[in-house]
DNA sequence: CGATTCTTTGAAAACAGTCAATCTGTGTGG
DNA sequence: CCACACAGATTGACTGTTTTCAAAGAATCG
């Protein structure tokens, strides 16, 4: 059942079965429908949510009332918000899934303790967390390399199959303009 | 000498003298004259740096022969190509001081034996990963949210001090529009 | 003080957004 | 099984923001 989520684990540590006995009772598995809130605007987030498996954003309402997608994340990624968890702040953001998905909650209130039991957990995260934070600034580098256009013409070459599996507003969205303009781009080629 | 870092792992952790004699050996300290490099686009990257005090810039070249600047590092914060040290490929951008900078190195080939040593390093890290990249996060929630100007309003407000301590040009590449309009924006108010 | 580097200004052009109308597809209830 | 409703996608005309290019004007450093 947690089966994703460690062999996750053992890609960037090594795990004892004695360890993962003691991480198990630390960990919720949960399922969620398409459209179903893992976290509204205004909540407190409490947990770091790894997908199993379906597809989950992140996003938030901008003073027009227009949606804006910060994150995707889909099978084998972590979602939550570090900022309103670390601060214990109302998050500016919703979290939702886009498909029926299969999530493995871990909480932030146990989460210390479970360091302290298997240390080699700072080090996973510590390391998904490098990973995560250079493909962020990865993002930042396309934002300002290439327009609109070349944009979606890179993205939907490395990633064919996740742009076949959301909705193309929501594709827009994360690519940074408008369903219309994405519309035009893909009226003039291909 | 490295007591700016020491004071900074004890933001976040707890160290021993003990621990810190530890550390100390695997640490190198290094002054940087403004504009000089700390490492060229080409290069693979093996080390993350801490600016003691001072101001780093990472950038990159556009196909139009431009430089975008991706990141600015200022005292106490870390600077690094994840990307590349981790991967051990050639980075695709330049790290340069922006003024004379004092920078502590952790060279990559002996991390993983200090974070042996010293298990609470991994949980330091781990940590400040959580805030950089909930800080890269934020910043694409701000490019999406705003046009150029309210960016630089925005940015102005937020760091004034460090809106004098840099040229603008590098200002406006950071902010993802061109120094011509920075210029524009500045003469329409404040 | 001379040379380079940085900033400003203006006109024309490109890129993307807005708004409103229309079209398409899909699922649900009758 | 059909009809309808609704969410999503498309199209076109118009607008606005930012870029580009070129030239001139400050500022800074050796």
Same mark, same amino acid.
């Given at each position: 059942?947690?089966?994703?989520?460690?062999?996750?684990?053992?890609?960037?540590?090594?795990?004892?079965?004695?360890?993962?006995?003691?991480?198990?009772?630390?960990?919720?598995?949960?399922?969620?429908?398409?459209?179903?809130?893992?976290?509204?605007?205004?909540? =407190?987030?409490?947990?770091?949510? %790894?997908? @199993?498996?379906?597809?989950?954003?992140? #996003?938030?309402?901008?003073?027009? $009332?227009? /949606?804006?997608?910060?994150?995707?994340?889909?099978?084998?990624?972590?979602?939550?918000?570090?900022?309103?968890?670390?601060?214990?702040?109302?998050?500016?953001?919703?979290?939702?899934?886009?498909?029926?998905?299969?999530?493995?909650?871990?909480?932030?209130?146990?989460?210390?303790?479970?360091?302290?039991?298997?240390?080699?957990?700072?080090?996973?995260?510590? =390391?998904?967390?490098?990973?995560? %934070?250079? @493909?962020?600034?990865?993002?930042?580098? #396309?934002?300002?390399?290439?327009? $609109?256009? /070349?944009?979606?013409?890179?993205?939907?070459?490395?990633?064919?199959?996740?742009?076949?599996?959301?909705?193309?507003?929501?594709?827009?969205?994360?690519?940074?303009?408008?369903?219309?303009?994405?519309?035009?781009?893909?009226?003039?080629?291909?």
């Amino acid at each position: 059942m947690f089966s994703p989520l460690f062999q996750h684990f053992q890609k960037y540590i090594s795990l004892t079965a004695e360890e993962e006995e003691i991480i198990k009772p630390y960990l919720q598995i949960s399922t969620v429908a398409n459209k179903e809130y893992i976290l509204q605007q205004g909540q =407190i987030c409490q947990a770091n949510y %790894f997908i @199993a498996n379906g597809c989950i954003r992140k #996003y938030f309402t901008t003073d027009q $009332g227009t /949606e804006q997608i910060i994150q995707f994340a889909i099978d084998n990624w972590w979602i939550t918000d570090y900022t309103s968890m670390d601060f214990q702040q109302p998050s500016l953001y919703t979290i939702q899934a886009v498909e029926e998905s299969v999530i493995i909650v871990l909480k932030r209130s146990i989460e210390d303790e479970l360091f302290r039991k298997v240390p080699a957990l700072e080090r996973y995260f510590r =390391i998904i967390l490098q990973r995560a %934070f250079a @493909a962020s600034l990865n993002r930042i580098h #396309y934002i300002y390399s290439f327009s $609109g256009e /070349e944009r979606y013409r890179h993205f939907s070459n490395a990633f064919p199959e996740f742009v076949q599996r959301v909705p193309q507003y929501m594709l827009a969205s994360y690519l940074g303009f408008t369903p219309e303009f994405l519309s035009k781009i893909r009226s003039r080629k291909g």
